[in-house]
């Protein structure tokens, strides 16, 4: 049973925007955090954005703030990653992941209980 997945990954153009979604199949419990990562070719995994899911509370990474926007529809079991003004450096595959932790300071990749099996994103 997979648990997240993720979608909405592609190619763009510099300054360009994508829409990423992540269906999440998680009781309450098991997703207090959401958290967007991705990882290039020969880098580590980076930390991209987190949202605490009971207030709506959302915290990104210096390189990516002001450009991508992080939000949940509940109604839907959905989460988002709205990125816009691409830029090469964003070139990653994209994770959505779910944590049992409540994230009120950034989370590290290891705090994360769930795991997409990714999305890529291209920007050329």
């Known amino acids: 049973h997979v648990q997240l997945v993720e979608s909405g990954g592609g190619s763009v153009q510099p300054g360009g925007s994508l829409k990423l979604s992540c269906a999440v199949s998680?009781?309450?419990?098991?997703?207090?955090?959401m958290g967007w990562f991705r990882q290039a070719p020969g880098k580590e995994r980076e930390w991209v954005a987190q949202?605490?899911?009971?207030?709506?509370?959302?915290h990104y990474a210096d390189s990516v703030k002001g450009r991508f926007t992080f939000y949940q529809d509940n109604a839907n079991a959905m989460v988002y990653l709205e990125m816009n003004s691409l830029k090469s450096e964003d070139t990653a595959m994209y994770y959505c992941a779910a944590a049992k932790s409540r994230c009120w300071v950034p989370l590290t990749a290891a705090d994360f209980n769930y795991w997409g099996p990714g999305t890529q994103v291209t920007v050329s």
């Open positions: 998680l009781n309450r419990d098991s997703r207090n955090c």
């Open positions: 949202l605490h899911t009971d207030y709506d509370v959302a």
